[in-house]
């Protein structure tokens, strides 16, 4: 891809095998779609959880960027996150100048509408 950000799009549902090749696609338009399409209409929001965070290590600027935003969606959409495993993967985005931006604004989505963790005794 190039440095122009992709244009907004509604996400459009699509079966699990179609989303599976497409998340292993060459084309990185093509995986960004497809990774958008499972945020928002995946109901395993585990299953999505786990490509993003195998996306957030992609080639493409794209692509990392947008495994963030989706790690936001999940928390936005499912309410649910895997807090061990997604906090890492955003820190370390949030660390990357390419990703900054993307990955705070995914950090402030868990802060909104994830539960707080409750207190350890």
Do not use: K
Request: aromatic share 6%; charged share 30%; net charge negative.
């Amino acid at each position: 891809m190039t440095d122009e950000p992709p244009r907004y799009f509604e996400p459009d549902p699509r079966p699990r095998a179609l989303l599976e090749r497409q998340l292993h696609d060459a084309d990185p338009e093509v995986v960004i779609h497809a990774l958008l399409s499972a945020a928002y209409h995946d109901p395993d929001a585990g299953w999505v959880e786990a490509h993003c965070r195998r996306l957030a290590r992609h080639p493409d600027i794209w692509v990392r960027r947008n495994a963030a935003t989706c790690l936001g969606h999940l928390a936005r959409i499912h309410r649910t996150l895997d807090l061990a495993s997604a906090l890492p993967v955003l820190e370390r985005l949030a660390a990357d100048p390419d990703t900054r931006g993307w990955a705070e604004d995914a950090l402030s989505d868990l802060r909104m509408f994830l539960p707080p963790e409750p207190p350890r005794s």
